[in-house]
C-alpha cells in the first residue's frame, strides 16, 4: 500500500514539475504540460566529456516507467547551459571526466534555474571534483557543498537506502559519498562522488556491472527523480 502511494504521489508531481516548466517558457506552455516527463544532459565547455554513456538516462526513464506511473520520455536529450532551453526541464544532469567550465552567463543562467525551481544532478563520473566545486561555487557563492546525512528524505522518498548513496564504482576505493547545495531550504543541486550510480543505469555492455548493481543503481535513480519532482 505504501508502495502504491509513492506511486500516486509521484505522478502527481510531474504536473508541479512541468508547471515549472511552463511558467518559465510560456510560449511552450502548452507542449510542456503535455509532455512526458525528459531529463536534459547538461552540455558545458571546459573539456570534459559531458555526452558519455547517452544511454544512461534512456535506460533510467525506462525503469522509472516500469516501476511508478511517472509518464515519460525515454531520450537521450541535450541541452546547452548557454541556451534558455534549460527551463523546459525539471531536472537536469551532468556528468563526465574531467574539467567543467562555465562563463559567466552560464553561471547567471544556471542560478536562475535553480533558484526558481529547477533541480540539477551532478555525477562525479571520476576526475570531475576539482572543477565542479569551482563552478558550483561561482553559482552559488554564498555556500559550499554540504554532505547530506543518510536521514535524508531522498534515500527514502521511494526506495530505501538507509547506508545512503550505493557503491555502484570502486574509483579511488573511498566510501560512497554525496552533497547538496540548497536555495531557501530546498535541495536544488544533488552531487554523488566515489559512486557513480549513472555508470549503472548504461546499457549493460558498457561497464559490465551485474544485474544486481544496475538495478541498485536504477532504484536509487528513481528516488532522485522522485525527489526532484516533488520537492
Same mark, same amino acid.
Given at each position: 500500500m505504501q508502495h502504491k502511494i509513492r506511486k500516486m504521489y509521484a505522478c502527481a508531481a510531474v504536473a508541479l514539475a512541468l508547471t515549472f516548466a511552463?511558467?518559465?517558457a510560456p510560449l511552450n506552455a502548452q507542449d510542456a504540460q503535455e509532455s512526458p516527463l525528459k531529463i536534459g544532459r547538461l552540455k558545458y565547455s571546459g573539456g570534459g566529456d559531458w555526452y558519455n554513456d547517452p544511454s544512461?538516462?534512456?535506460n533510467l526513464l525506462k525503469f522509472i516507467s516500469d516501476n511508478t506511473n511517472i509518464d515519460v520520455k525515454p531520450e537521450f536529450e541535450f541541452v546547452d547551459l548557454g541556451s534558455d532551453n534549460i527551463f523546459l526541464y525539471p531536472?537536469?544532469?551532468l556528468t563526465g571526466h574531467g574539467n567543467v567550465a562555465f562563463t559567466d552567463a552560464e553561471v547567471r543562467r544556471l542560478r536562475a534555474y535553480l533558484q526558481n525551481g529547477g533541480f540539477l544532478y551532478i555525477d /562525479? /563520473?571520476?576526475g570531475l571534483d576539482k572543477s565542479i566545486r569551482r563552478?558550483? &561555487? &561561482?553559482?552559488?557563492g554564498d555556500q559550499d557543498f554540504a554532505e547530506l546525512p543518510f536521514s535524508h528524505g531522498i534515500y527514502s522518498v521511494f526506495y530505501d537506502f538507509p547506508q545512503g548513496p550505493p557503491k555502484t564504482h570502486e574509483h579511488d576505493n573511498k566510501p560512497a559519498r554525496a552533497f547538496g547545495l540548497f536555495h531557501d531550504g530546498r535541495l536544488c543541486v544533488y552531487y554523488t562522488v566515489e559512486t557513480n550510480p549513472s555508470d549503472g543505469w548504461a546499457d549493460t555492455e558498457v561497464h559490465d556491472?551485474?544485474?544486481a548493481k544496475r538495478e541498485e543503481a536504477l532504484k536509487f535513480g528513481t528516488n532522485i527523480v522522485v525527489w526532484a519532482l516533488t520537492h
Open positions: 511552463a511558467a518559465l544512461s538516462e534512456i531536472m537536469l544532469f /562525479d /563520473d571520476y563552478e558550483m &561555487r &561561482r553559482v552559488f556491472n551485474t544485474p
